[in-house]
């Protein structure tokens, strides 16, 4: 069974940094896509950022660009979003995600990831 399971969330203010990780276990991490989404209360889940199986070409959503950066450490099995200058539309429960890609390439569609976390909630205050 593949488990994926978020930390590192919680209350900070407006120009404050974060460091989301997710810990993933029970499968091949090195050939899975990872990616990351949030949810906004009364919108659907959006996708924030996503890595392929090397880690070399990070992708991330125009709002984020510049600020959020995706890494992974295969060794750890572990993905991590550093967030930063952080901004109360930031505010969101952010989910970790995996799919079993057969290229090392990015996934950028909720519809390509088979494995989901039960997410950590990010509060950003102005």
């Known amino acids: 069974q593949v488990q994926l399971v978020e930390s590192g969330g919680g209350s900070v203010q407006a120009g404050d940094s974060v460091r989301l990780s997710c810990a993933v276990s029970?499968?091949?991490?090195?050939?899975?896509?990872m990616g990351w989404f949030r949810h906004i209360p009364g919108k659907e889940r959006e996708f924030v950022a996503a890595?392929?199986?090397?880690?070399?070409?990070?992708y991330y959503e125009d709002s984020v660009k510049g600020r959020f950066a995706m890494s992974r450490d295969n060794a750890k099995k572990t993905v991590y979003l550093q967030m930063n200058s952080l901004k109360p539309e930031d505010t969101a429960v952010y989910y970790c995600?995996?799919?079993?890609?057969?290229?090392?390439?990015?996934?950028?569609?909720?519809?390509?990831?088979?494995?989901w976390g039960q997410g950590t909630q990010v509060t950003v205050s102005s």
């Open positions: 890595i392929s199986w090397s880690g070399g070409n990070p």
């Open positions: 995600a995996a799919g079993e890609a057969r290229l090392d390439m990015v996934v950028v569609s909720s519809r390509g990831y088979k494995y």
């Open positions: 029970g499968g091949t991490f090195s050939a899975y896509a």
